[in-house]
């Protein structure tokens, strides 16, 4: 699966189709709901040079289908946070649609069924668009008038302006966000939980008992409470305390959407984009652990992986991107492969190792596979299935047979009746 990767949509806009090939393949892709939504909006584009349907189909064909994961949306995990619920940091995409499954060997884990946003993508790569995702588009689009910079400038230009120190640089904003989430005085607001209740809109019949249980704890610090909650106010604060420090303009109301992107930052071990605005920001949030691509590099080298896998022979091609290229090239001086190094250091060692005979066959790994089966009945709890103690995750996908000009799938791996694969 590869490192796991978010892009923004302008990243995303700028590969070709047999660009997009590499991106799927070689990497854990992981879907914003932002990215999702952005792209839907473009169906009520009314100054595009081509047709809105043409634009959103040549994004749709290009999304990842071997291995994307669609990451739930920021506010129901922030809110989630709030009340104690253990939000995965790690660079793991953090997905809803998992349910308990058992194998024929009594195994149990999870089955991840395709989501409803890659059915909408798999319909869109055919032109079908709903009336429903038209509105929806067209309300989008309408949003953006309603996003006033001005205002936030003139609400915390003198925030900025009262603080010691006063910030000069976007780092010194970061420094002054992270001290109002302990203190938020200075923003008229009495304690750190409400300042999270504020800006991540929970509902408010949950404002009592949340503020009993954080009380009952001794008030601790945001961070240490709702890591994830801190993530997404520390992201909002520093950008409304940006705009006024006048280091962040206020013409653009489509930079609060670009911002949007940093709150899946902990889902991810790379993050790519070509715009200017995220090329200033993201590196001051990613942890030491994580990369910033610009999405003009990650072009190219999907250009020069294009044509590396370009020399192979026929043969070789026929065999199909899932089998010859399940791991980046091990020799030539590839980013992808040093992204490998670094997030998947084993590859190396086993991207040439002969299968052990205690391994099972490929026939008995379909047999296992396709045994799996929900379990409905209540006998396994998802809470037991934390952590590492689930036995496999299976995930189910719709694999293309061929994508741009190269071959998805071989010969032989196309079922006799065509349906979905795992």
């Not at 604060?237 to 709150?263: M, Q, S």
């Not at 070789?316 to 020799?331: C, L, Y």
Request: net charge neutral.
């Amino acid at each position: 699966m590869g490192p796991t990767l978010i892009f923004d949509k302008s990243a995303f806009q700028s590969l070709s189709l047999d660009e997009a090939v590499w991106l799927d393949a070689l990497y854990q892709t992981n879907i914003t709901p932002l990215f999702f939504v952005e792209t839907l909006a473009d169906l009520s584009l009314a100054d595009a040079p081509r047709p809105a349907e043409a634009i959103v189909r040549d994004l749709a064909s290009k999304t990842p289908e071997l291995s994307p994961a669609v990451n739930a949306h920021h506010r129901s995990l922030a809110i989630g946070s709030l009340h104690a619920n253990e939000i995965t940091m790690d660079g793991r995409p953090v997905v809803l649609s998992m349910k308990p499954a058992r194998s024929r060997k009594g195994h149990v884990g999870w089955e991840l069924d395709v989501t409803p946003e890659q059915r909408a993508f798999q319909r869109w790569q055919r032109g079908a668009f709903n009336e429903v995702e038209r509105e929806y588009a067209s309300r989008w689009r309408a949003g953006l008038s309603g996003i006033d910079l001005p205002a936030i400038h003139a609400k915390y230009r003198p925030v900025v302006l009262g603080a010691t120190p006063r910030p000069r640089d976007l780092q010194g904003v970061k420094t002054l966000a992270e001290n109002l989430c302990l203190d938020p005085h200075p923003l008229g607001l009495p304690d750190p939980l409400l300042l999270a209740f504020s800006i991540i809109g929970a509902p408010l019949d949950q404002w009592k008992p949340l503020s009993r249980f954080w009380r009952s704890l001794d008030e601790p610090p945001l961070h240490e409470f709702a890591p994830y909650a801190w993530h997404v106010v520390m992201v909002d604060l520093f950008f409304n305390l940006a705009i006024g420090a006048e280091l962040i303009g206020r013409e653009r109301p489509t930079n609060k959407i670009d911002v949007g992107y940093l709150y899946y930052l902990p889902f991810c071990n790379v993050f790519s984009s070509r715009d200017r605005l995220h090329r200033r920001i993201v590196p001051l949030f990613l942890r030491p652990d994580q990369e910033f691509v610009d999405g003009d590099d990650l072009k190219s080298e999907l250009h020069r992986l294009d044509d590396h896998y370009m020399q192979l022979s026929d043969d070789e091609k026929a065999r199909g991107v899932i089998h010859f290229a399940n791991r980046p090239p091990a020799t030539g001086d590839f980013l992808t492969a040093r992204l490998w190094d670094r997030y998947l250091p084993a590859w190396r060692r086993h991207a040439d190792a002969p299968r052990s005979r205690s391994e099972p066959s490929d026939r008995e790994v379909v047999e296992d596979v396709n045994s799996i089966t929900p379990v409905t009945d209540g006998s396994v709890r998802p809470a037991s299935l934390s952590g590492d103690s689930a036995a496999f995750l299976k995930i189910i996908r719709y694999y293309p047979v061929k994508k741009g000009k190269w071959r998805i799938l071989s010969e032989s791996d196309i079922p006799r009746n065509p349906g979905p694969r795992s």
